[in-house]
Nanobody, 123 residues
């Protein structure tokens, strides 16, 4: 019943920008920490970013810090990931996730997941 639906993934060139969106339904969005993760072929799921209930605190992985920005709009039940200066190593399926209790970089702490959106960055 809970659904997280990502969108915005595309095939782009290195240096380009993309904005991913994730719209949530069936959950109390405003009391969930919202995170972004990604998984590249042959690699394990990797933390990207997380944002608190009202968006006043954020955390980023070292690999994306300074290039990506996470934001949320609780009125729209939506979390965003603005990705700038994209690199080929950013190529992955990007997932949004919701955690009821944890502001965490650990995927196991998240309760709900979206289906993913593909981001491909060519060199």
């Amino acid at each position: 019943q809970v659904q997280l639906v990502e969108s915005g993934g595309a095939l782009v060139q290195a240096g380009d920008s993309l904005r991913l969106s994730c719209v949530a339904s069936g959950l109390a969005f405003g009391i969930h920490f919202m995170g972004w993760f990604r998984q590249a072929p042959g690699k394990e799921r990797e933390f990207v970013s997380v944002i608190t209930w009202v968006g006043t605190n954020t955390t980023y992985s070292d690999s994306v810090k300074g290039r990506f920005t996470i934001t949320r709009d609780n009125a729209k039940n939506t979390v965003y990931l603005q990705m700038n200066s994209l690199k080929p190593e950013d190529t992955a399926v990007y997932y949004c996730a919701a955690s009821r209790r944890h502001f965490s970089d650990d995927a196991a702490m998240y309760d709900y997941w979206g289906q993913g959106t593909q981001v491909t960055v060519s060199s």
